[in-house]
């Protein structure tokens, strides 16, 4: 029996699903961010259904970020459970600061590099800097691997590593019955950002474009999710739903039109990236700059591979123009 446990955030998305698995062992699929209401709630979602933090065997985490691994170590240290990852999410886990502070390296160099402003990039980092409290890290017990499974006394669970949204997104298919453990890789209201992150192995990004091409891996993946035989996901956010290719191919349809209306952007005139995503979205490609320049940059690398767009490089500054 899997039961979904809505868990508030600080964060624009909302709550998070975490997955409570009522089998041997007693599993939790996703923590919520590292705050106190956010561990006072799942502790009121398990008593709703007769458990408690102690109870809990094994904590399984979907992918690298805070709000879904941020209480891994405390809930870990209070219950004792096994931790279970992917091979290439575990040293994140273990590490999560460290990783961050990598990461938002990556960030900084790839907004400075794309048209985005000194100071808003400072003021970007501050924030992520800030929000690094609400994740957490534990040593992890198990490493799973992509085509590998994980075992219950009651039922059995594929492993599929589907890098895109995050390097490390992991999804968990149950073939007895259809259902796909699917965290933030497939979520029905919103589309799943292709966040670009430093690579951590496997098929999470190999550079192109001086750059991991997040939005290609990302539709590689959907492509593989595609033609499972899913009957329901279980996402990471929002709620269970069926005809999971529907789903995808909307998303497909949609980057299309974004990538066609980028590309008659850069018709126009050669812009760069942080332009582009003004054009779009206006002021909220300042206020969330990286969010919006992976956006951008995710169709660009689209258009590139396409022969339809060029990057030149312009003391510095990336300038987008017609291939
Ligand atoms: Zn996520």
Redesign the pocket.
């Known amino acids: 029996m899997i039961h979904t446990l809505p868990i508030p955030t600080p964060f624009a998305v909302g709550r998070v699903n975490c997955l409570l698995i009522e089998d041997d062992p007693l599993t939790l699929v996703d923590t919520g961010p590292n705050s106190g209401k956010s561990l006072a709630e799942l502790e009121d979602g398990l008593r709703e259904h007769g458990h408690k933090v102690e109870d809990l065997e094994r904590i399984v985490i979907t992918?690298q970020?805070n709000?879904?691994l941020g209480l891994v170590g405390v809930l870990a240290d209070r219950s004792g459970a096994e931790v279970c990852a992917l091979d290439h999410l575990a040293p994140v886990i273990e590490g999560f600061g460290s990783h961050a502070e990598a990461n938002d390296e990556l960030a900084e160099a790839l907004m400075l590099r794309h048209g985005i402003p000194r100071d808003v990039v400072t003021a970007l980092r501050a924030v992520s800097r800030a929000f690094r409290g609400w994740g957490g890290s534990a040593p992890v017990d198990t490493q799973l691997h992509d085509g590998g499974e994980l075992g219950f006394a009651g039922l059995t669970l594929q492993v599929f590593h589907r890098p895109g949204?995050?390097p490390s997104d992991t999804i968990f298919f149950d073939p007895a019955t259809g259902d796909l453990l699917g965290?933030?890789h497939l979520i029905k209201h919103i589309s799943?950002n292709p966040l670009i992150s430093r690579p951590l192995g496997g098929r999470s990004g190999e550079p192109g474009n001086g750059r991991p091409r997040a939005l290609l891996m990302y539709m590689d993946s959907l492509r593989e999710t595609r033609e499972m035989p899913v009957r329901r996901v279980l996402p990471?956010h929002g709620d269970t739903f069926g005809d999971h290719a529907a789903v995808i191919d909307e998303r497909f349809e949609m980057h299309e039109r974004r990538a066609r209306k980028i590309a008659r952007l850069i018709a126009q005139r050669p812009r760069t990236a942080h332009e582009i995503a003004q054009a779009i979205w206006g002021n909220v490609a300042v206020t969330q700059a990286y969010l919006t320049l992976c956006e951008v940059l995710g169709h660009v690398d689209l258009l590139v591979e396409r022969g339809e767009v060029a990057e030149t490089d312009r003391g510095g500054i990336v300038e987008l123009h017609p291939a």
């Open positions: 992918h970020h709000d879904h949204h995050s965290g933030d799943s990471g």
